[in-house]
């Protein structure tokens, strides 16, 4: 076969497409682009009077959207335009890497990041998918890589959960540095130490780290309750509420470890442990324990019968 033989072939279906009518007409951006084009080959002068015919047609068409409050859907508009392009120009995300994650699902991690089908790697700035990303309280850092043509990767550093606290009735999860996780969790943390109070929530790490180092003492807290925002009182699984210092709490640990040894002072009927005055241990009797000891205490000589 010829090539003349090929291409009258060819301008025959073109001829006949015509004939059919299924030719389409270039739509008026086609058109309007077109003249543009023509525009900018003709004369130095011309085609400054075109440049600010354009720039007159955008300032107007801006000028328009903002005082119609259009704003975010010309900018929405814009942005989906500039995609487009640039996935026609093969920038396109054909690959999106997630790592770091444990609790969080690869397409939550996307769609936090402001990544659709549509998008395209051109348009994307790293900076805002970072804080998009670490809005989410449960990533404590994020970074972002763009890797031209078409790849993108995405490594999360999630919050861990690490203790429960209560405020107003409601416990929540929280992180090491007091972020809130989760609202009205469930049962499967209640292994997590639980801390109460205003301001409770900033201050657990260094209380659990505390108790960390005392295991017979921290094995007895049901809750550490922070008061007026300065320092600890330990709520016993036996009910005792153990009053620390505000300053060097860890001096008093020693000291009730020391007594809960040589004289079992926790298994005793008590309410309260106070240790907030350094030479001093103060405690309080339960009413029970109070009404047998004033029992036992033998009368004066000289009371009444």
Same mark, same amino acid.
């Given at each position: 076969?010829? /090539?003349?033989?090929?291409?009258?072939r060819a301008a025959g279906r073109r001829h006949a497409s015509l004939a059919s009518g299924e030719y389409a007409p270039p739509s008026r951006l086609t058109l309007l682009l077109r003249?543009?084009?023509?525009?900018?080959?003709?004369?130095?002068?011309?085609?400054?009077?075109?440049?600010?015919?354009?720039?007159?047609?955008?300032?107007?068409?801006?000028?328009?959207?903002?005082?119609?409050?259009?704003?975010?859907?010309?900018? #929405?508009?814009?942005?989906?335009?500039?995609?487009?392009?640039?996935?026609?120009?093969? %920038?396109?995300?054909?690959?999106?890497?997630?790592?770091?994650?444990?609790?969080?699902?690869?397409? $939550?991690?996307?769609?936090?990041?402001?990544?659709?089908?549509?998008? +395209?790697?051109?348009?994307?700035?790293?900076? #805002?998918?970072? @804080?998009?990303?670490?809005?989410?309280?449960?990533?404590? $850092?994020?970074?972002?890589?763009?890797?031209?043509? @078409?790849?993108? $990767?995405?490594?999360?550093e999630e919050r861990e959960p690490f203790a429960r606290w209560q405020r107003g009735g409601k416990v929540h999860l929280i992180a090491r540095d007091g972020t809130v996780l989760a609202?009205?969790?469930?049962?499967?943390?209640?292994?997590?130490? %639980?801390?109460?109070?205003?301001?409770?929530?900033?201050?657990?790490?260094?209380?659990?780290?505390?108790?960390g180092r005392f295991p017979s003492i921290n094995d007895e807290v049901r809750a550490g309750i922070f008061i007026a925002e300065r320092r600890w009182n330990l709520r016993l699984k036996?009910?005792?509420?153990? &009053?620390?210092?505000?300053?060097?709490?860890?001096?008093?640990?020693?000291?009730?470890? &020391?007594?809960? /040894?040589?004289?079992?002072?926790?298994?005793?009927?008590?309410?309260?442990?106070?240790?907030?005055?350094?030479?001093?241990? +103060?405690?309080?009797?339960? +009413?029970?324990?109070?009404?047998?000891?004033?029992?036992?205490?033998?009368?004066?000589?000289?009371? @009444? +019968?």
């Amino acid at each position: 076969m010829n /090539r003349g033989a090929s291409f009258t072939r060819a301008a025959g279906r073109r001829h006949a497409s015509l004939a059919s009518g299924e030719y389409a007409p270039p739509s008026r951006l086609t058109l309007l682009l077109r003249r543009v084009f023509v525009r900018l080959s003709e004369p130095p002068l011309r085609r400054l009077g075109l440049s600010l015919f354009l720039l007159l047609f955008i300032g107007t068409g801006t000028y328009g959207a903002v005082r119609g409050g259009h704003v975010d859907a010309l900018v #929405t508009t814009a942005h989906e335009t500039g995609d487009a392009i640039a996935r026609g120009f093969g %920038l396109g995300i054909v690959h999106a890497e997630v790592r770091g994650m444990r609790v969080l699902g690869r397409d $939550e991690i996307l769609a936090r990041a402001g990544i659709t089908d549509n998008s +395209s790697l051109l348009l994307l700035n790293p900076d #805002t998918m970072r @804080d998009a990303l670490k809005a989410e309280p449960r990533i404590a $850092e994020a970074t972002v890589r763009k890797l031209y043509p @078409d790849r993108l $990767e995405i490594v999360i550093e999630e919050r861990e959960p690490f203790a429960r606290w209560q405020r107003g009735g409601k416990v929540h999860l929280i992180a090491r540095d007091g972020t809130v996780l989760a609202s009205d969790i469930e049962n499967r943390v209640a292994e997590l130490p %639980l801390v109460v109070g205003i301001g409770a929530e900033k201050n657990a790490a260094g209380l659990i780290d505390l108790m960390g180092r005392f295991p017979s003492i921290n094995d007895e807290v049901r809750a550490g309750i922070f008061i007026a925002e300065r320092r600890w009182n330990l709520r016993l699984k036996n009910g005792i509420d153990v &009053q620390l210092p505000e300053e060097d709490p860890a001096l008093a640990l020693e000291r009730l470890v &020391q007594l809960d /040894r040589s004289r079992e002072l926790l298994s005793r009927d008590l309410t309260t442990i106070d240790l907030r005055v350094p030479d001093r241990v +103060s405690v309080t009797l339960s +009413s029970e324990a109070a009404e047998a000891q004033k029992q036992k205490t033998p009368k004066r000589k000289g009371a @009444d +019968s």
